[in-house]
């Protein structure tokens, strides 16, 4: 569940650009809504179920190793983290709700639904990563 809210975002990004033409405009605003919307529900559920005495950090994969040097991308999570995620995810998902409406009769609207997953995407990574 932990990786979920950070990996529906990319997943959003890929459906919307590489399918974007089989999904139509419609298909690019559900699908994008969809899971952003499951994201932010997913960090409410790990916000109601997080246990204060520990601080989990998952290893996603090694960068490199330079001698004593190796730098891996992780995710840090406590409560603060916690809490960011529930603000960003929600945030995220509302500009996405909004930008239905405003970007209605756009020919490129299933381009921009993918690119704001994908900010949303590196948004919540960076704001898990330290």
């Known amino acids: 569940m932990y990786l979920m809210i950070l990996y529906l975002p990319l997943i959003s990004f890929f459906?919307?650009?590489f399918f974007g033409r089989l999904i139509g405009i419609t298909g690019a605003?559900?699908?994008s809504n969809i899971c952003l919307f499951t994201s932010?529900?997913?960090s409410l559920l790990i916000f109601y179920n997080w246990n204060n005495k520990i601080n989990l950090s998952i290893n996603l994969f090694s960068w490199f190793n330079i001698?004593?040097?190796?730098?891996s991308f992780s995710i840090y999570l406590d409560h603060i983290n916690n809490c960011m995620l529930i603000l960003i995810t929600?945030?995220?998902?509302?500009?996405?709700l909004f930008s239905t409406s405003y970007m209605d009769g756009d020919p490129h609207l299933v381009r921009f639904m993918g690119y704001l997953?994908?900010?949303t995407?590196?948004?919540?990574?960076?704001?898990n990563s330290w």
Request: include cysteine; charge should be neutral; aromatic fraction near 22%.
């Open 121 to 127: 995407f590196f948004y919540d990574y960076i704001s």
């Open 40 to 42: 932010f529900l997913c």
């Open 90 to 96: 929600m945030v995220s998902f509302l500009v996405h």
């Open 15 to 17: 459906i919307c650009i």
């Open 67 to 71: 001698g004593l040097l190796s730098t």
């Open 117 to 119: 997953s994908l900010f």
């Open 29 to 31: 605003k559900l699908i």
